[in-house]
Structure formats: C-alpha cells, structure tokens
C-alpha cells in the first residue's frame, strides 16, 4: 500500500557528506512521521533521526551537530544530510515512516530496503 524509496548511498572518506533521500508513495492519506534507522554489520537496527508531523525532531547522541533531517511534506520525502562522517557511520540506512492510510485509515509502519553508507578512514 505504502512504498519508501532511499537514494543517496555510497562510499565517502572519513569528513566527506553525504544526503539521503526517502520517497513514500502510495495510499497515504497522511504521514505521522518519518525517520532514519542504521543498521552496521553484526550490531541492532538503531534510530539515526525522526521528524514528527508537527517538526519536532529527535537526534540519536552518536549524530547531533553532523546530521541533519529535513522533510517536505508536499513530496511526502525526508532527508537526512550526514556531515563530517566517520568510519563508524558505516552501515545501512533505512528509511521509516508512520502512515495512516487511505483504505483503512490506520496509522502502519512501513520501512524502505536501505541504502548502504560506507565511510573509509
């Protein structure tokens, strides 16, 4: 019912940048949240950062003051500009969102496929 698409992956050097971007599409009749997850190899799925209807934003420790997430909400797409990144950003990046959609008018959980940010020393 609902699609995310991420973009924006790759291979960076250590203080390189990069930007993602997640396109939701679909039966949405309305976005609750949208948000970034991280998942490195042999460790948990984490929270990167989430951004709520209303802008209230929240920011895992490991990432404040060097990633940014951004919304536009006319395009149903969030982004999330990673600066000054570190080897141990490295890990697949999911996109998350909290739709309510248009067939049931329930609030679901949807998640993207991921994209891959690997970040050399």
């Known amino acids: 019912q609902v699609q995310l698409v991420e973009s924006g992956g790759g291979l960076v050097q250590a203080g390189g940048s990069l930007r993602l971007s997640c396109a939701a599409s679909?039966?949405?009749?309305?976005?609750?949240?949208m948000g970034w997850y991280r998942q490195a190899p042999g460790k948990q799925r984490e929270l990167v950062a989430t951004i709520v209807s209303r802008g209230y934003i929240n920011y895992a420790d490991s990432v404040k003051g060097r990633f940014a997430i951004s919304r536009d909400n006319a395009k149903n797409t969030v982004y999330l500009q990673m600066n000054s990144l570190k080897p141990e950003d490295t890990a697949v990046y999911y996109c998350?969102?909290?739709?309510?959609?248009?067939?049931?008018?329930?609030?679901?959980?949807?998640w993207g496929k991921g994209t891959l940010v690997t970040v050399s020393s």
């Open positions: 679909g039966s949405i009749l309305r976005i609750n949240a």
């Open positions: 998350n969102a909290v739709v309510v959609v248009t067939t049931t008018q329930i609030s679901m959980n949807y």
